[in-house]
């Protein structure tokens, strides 16, 4: 495992994202608040270059008791969307909101005095 500082932490504003070159892999790094999220930039639909791609926020159902629909709301939570083929997947998670086994690849990312830092695969 290799650490690079990629940038520094105030670089990236609430809500917003970059995606760095490290080398042989691209990722892209997600602020959501005081939290850093960094997925490799790499669909695993087709191999498109995910992190570079629109942030919407989800689009969800709500139902009442009887599971019956009162019509789609947008979430707080927001996915990246694939700009390839349209592929979805939340920010925080990494997860494709309709099948739970098609996920992004986490990169481990923490703030050492105010630098961003991966952790990458050797």
């Given amino acids: ?5 990629v940038a520094r932490f105030d670089e990236i ?10 080398g042989k892999r691209e990722v ?10 960094a ?4 669909c695993p639909h087709s191999g498109g270059p995910v992190c570079q791609g629109k942030i919407f926020p989800r689009v969800e159902e709500a139902l009442d008791d009887e599971k ?3 019509g789609l709301k947008f979430s707080q939570r927001r996915n990246i ?7 979805e997947f ?3 998670t990494g997860l494709h909101p309709g ?22 695969p050797g």
């Fill in 39 to 42: 997925w490799e930039n790499h």
């Fill in 90 to 92: 939340d920010i925080e």
């Fill in 81 to 87: 969307v694939c700009p390839w083929h349209g592929f």
């Fill in 28 to 37: 892209g790094v997600f602020r959501v608040g005081d939290k850093l999220f």
């Fill in 99 to 120: 099948d739970p086994d098609v996920r992004l690849r986490k990169i481990p990312v923490a703030v050492r005095d105010g630098d961003i830092v991966l952790t990458l």
């Fill in 13 to 22: 504003a609430d809500g917003d994202h970059r995606v760095f070159s490290t």
């Fill in 1 to 5: 495992m290799t650490d690079v500082r």
């Fill in 68 to 70: 019956k629909s009162l």
